[in-house]
C-alpha cells in the first residue's frame, strides 16, 4: 500500500524527474543518507535504490563532520483516489447442466497525505565542505559496494509529511453461482444435484503515517577516486568508482538507463530485433503454459505491488539462480507463484529449448522488467487491452511502430472494440510517448517527436510483445 502511494504520487507531481519513491515505511531517509544505486539488468531500466543506515558523514575520515545548510519549504497539498470496478456475469447451457455465475470487483485507494513539505540542502555550501574531504575506503558498506560495482548517492533533498496523513485501501468482492446438473444412465437411477451459493469478501485497511515521514527524495551522485577524494555529480547522473586494471579504467557503476531524447525506428527496430530470441522462446512453449503465463502476467498487471514482488524474485533468480520468496507476502506470494511454477517446470522437463543462449527466465524477466517500468495509469491501460484479440491488434501497430514493414491495424478490428478499449490503447500509447492516429480504415502509430520520450516507446513494445509471444494461438 505504501509503496503504491509513494509510486503514484512521484508519477503524478514528478514524471520524468528526478524524485524517488520510498518503498518502505522502515526506510529511514535524512539528509545526507547514503543510497546505493543498483545496476540493473537492461540497459532501459531504472536504477534499484537501497537505502542505507549510514550518512556522509559515516563514511568520511577525519573527526569533524559536514554540517549541511537545511531549507525548508511548503511544497503541495496532495489527496488522490484510485481505484477500479469489475463486473461480469456468465449464464451457460449445457445438455445436462446448467450455470449461472456473477461476480463484482471493486477496490479503492486513497491517499490522504494532505500538506506536504520539502527540505533541501544548500548543495553550493556542500561543495565547499567536500573540498579535500576523503572518504574511509576501508570501511565495510565502500568495500561491499566497490566490490559489487554499484554507485553512492546522498539524498540531497526530500518530501515529508508535515502533520499525520492516511493511506486507506478498500476491496469488496462478491460472487454467486448456482447450477443444476443431471445425471442418466440407462443401468442407474437418475440423480439430480443442485447448488447455490455466494461469496463475499470485504476488506478496509487503514496505514496511518506520522508527521515527518519521507514519502519521495532526490540524491546527488558521488564520483569516488582510488584515493577516496570525491567529487559531486551536479548536472548529471553519472557517478561511481574509479579503477585502474590492465583491461578497465575509468569509473565503473551505472545509475541510470541511458536515454535517446527522440529516438528513431531504426533504433527501435534495432532493439525490439535484438530482443527477437526472448519472444520466439516464449511463443514457443506449449500452449498449456502459454495460457498460464499469460492469464497469470495479466491479473499482475492489476497489482503493481505485486509484480514488483515478481520482478525482484527474477532479478535473484538471475544473479543466485535461485528464488527466495520468504520476504514477500503471502498475498503475493499467491499471486506470483503460478509464474514461478511454469518457470520451473518449463525448466525442469526442458520444454524451452535454449534459443541463441536465451532462456525462459531471461524472456520471462525481460517482460516483467517492461511492465514494472510502466507506470501505474499505463498498467491500468494495458489490463483493458490483454485479451488475445486486442494484444493482435496491438502486435500490428508495435509493427507499425518499430518501422518493420507497413502494419496498420484494418479499421474493421478498430471499429469493432469495445469504447472502454479503444480508450485504453490510446491512454496506454499516449503514456508512452506515442500517438495512435486513425485514418479512414486504419489505425496507425508513430512516436512523438515533440516530446521528451526517452525508451517509453521501446518499453511500450518490448511489453506488448510479450504479451502476444504468449497470446498466439490461445
Request: proline share 4%; glycine share 6%; aromatic share 4%.
Amino acid at each position: 500500500m505504501f509503496a503504491t502511494a509513494t509510486r503514484n504520487f512521484v508519477e503524478e507531481v514528478d514524471p520524468g524527474g528526478f524524485l524517488i519513491p520510498v518503498r518502505s515505511l522502515n526506510d529511514t531517509i535524512a539528509l545526507l543518507t547514503v543510497v546505493v544505486s543498483q545496476k540493473r539488468f537492461w540497459f532501459w531500466q531504472k536504477p534499484k535504490y537501497l537505502p542505507t543506515d549510514f550518512t556522509l558523514n559515516d563514511i568520511l575520515t577525519g573527526d569533524t563532520p559536514i554540517t549541511p545548510v537545511l531549507t525548508e519549504t511548503d511544497f503541495i497539498k496532495y489527496n488522490e483516489t484510485y481505484g477500479d470496478k469489475i463486473q461480469g456475469t456468465l449464464d451457460a447451457t449445457f445438455i445436462h447442466y446448467n450455470m449461472n455465475m456473477e461476480g463484482k470487483d471493486s477496490s479503492k485507494l486513497q491517499f490522504s497525505f494532505g500538506s506536504l513539505k520539502k527540505d533541501e540542502i544548500d548543495v553550493r555550501r556542500l561543495l565547499q565542505d567536500s573540498k579535500n574531504r576523503v572518504l574511509d575506503m576501508s570501511h565495510c558498506l565502500i568495500e561491499q559496494t566497490k566490490k559489487k560495482r554499484q554507485v553512492f548517492g546522498v539524498v540531497k533533498e526530500r518530501i515529508v509529511t508535515s502533520q499525520p496523513c492516511s493511506v486507506i485501501e478498500e476491496v469488496q468482492q462478491e460472487g454467486q453461482c448456482s447450477g443444476a446438473l443431471s445425471f442418466c444412465g440407462p443401468k442407474t437411477p437418475k440423480v439430480s444435484l443442485k447448488d447455490n451459493g455466494s461469496l463475499s469478501k470485504d476488506s478496509n485497511v487503514t496505514m496511518e503515517i506520522p508527521t515527518n515521514t519521507t514519502l519521495a527524495y532526490a540524491l546527488i551522485d558521488l564520483e569516488v577516486k582510488q584515493d577516496g577524494r570525491y567529487k559531486l555529480c551536479l548536472m548529471s547522473v553519472k557517478g561511481g568508482f574509479e579503477v585502474d586494471s590492465p583491461t578497465q579504467k575509468g569509473l565503473v557503476g551505472v545509475t541510470g538507463a541511458p536515454e535517446q531524447n527522440n529516438p528513431d525506428v531504426s533504433h527501435l527496430r534495432q532493439e525490439l530485433e535484438n530482443l527477437c530470441a526472448h519472444f520466439q522462446l516464449l511463443a514457443a512453449l506449449p500452449a498449456s503454459s502459454r495460457s498460464s503465463l499469460l492469464k497469470s502476467i495479466t491479473a499482475l498487471i492489476e497489482n503493481k505491488a505485486a509484480l514488483s514482488a515478481l520482478q525482484s524474485v527474477l532479478d535473484q533468480m538471475l544473479v543466485e539462480e535461485s528464488g527466495n520468496v520468504t520476504d514477500v507476502s503471502d498475498e503475493h506470494k499467491q499471486s506470483i507463484q503460478p509464474v514461478l511454477d511454469v518457470l520451473k517446470e518449463a525448466e525442469r522437463v526442458s520444454a524451452a529449448p535454449k534459443e541463441h543462449h536465451v532462456s525462459l527466465l531471461s524472456a520471462l524477466h525481460l517482460i516483467t522488467s517492461a511492465l514494472d517500468e510502466l507506470t501505474c495509469d499505463s498498467l491500468a491501460a494495458l489490463s483493458v487491452c490483454s485479451s488475445p484479440d486486442v494484444l493482435k491488434i496491438m502486435e500490428l501497430l508495435v509493427k507499425c511502430l518499430s518501422g518493420s514493414g507497413e502494419s496498420p491495424a484494418s479499421g474493421a478490428d478498430i471499429n469493432a472494440l469495445p469504447e472502454d478499449v479503444l480508450s485504453g490503447m490510446q491512454q496506454l500509447f499516449t503514456s508512452s510517448g506515442v500517438n495512435l492516429q486513425r485514418d479512414g480504415d486504419m489505425a496507425r502509430s508513430q512516436i512523438n517527436q515533440l516530446q521528451h520520450v526517452g525508451n517509453r516507446p521501446l518499453i511500450v513494445c518490448i511489453a506488448l510483445r510479450g504479451l502476444h509471444s504468449l497470446a498466439c494461438c490461445v
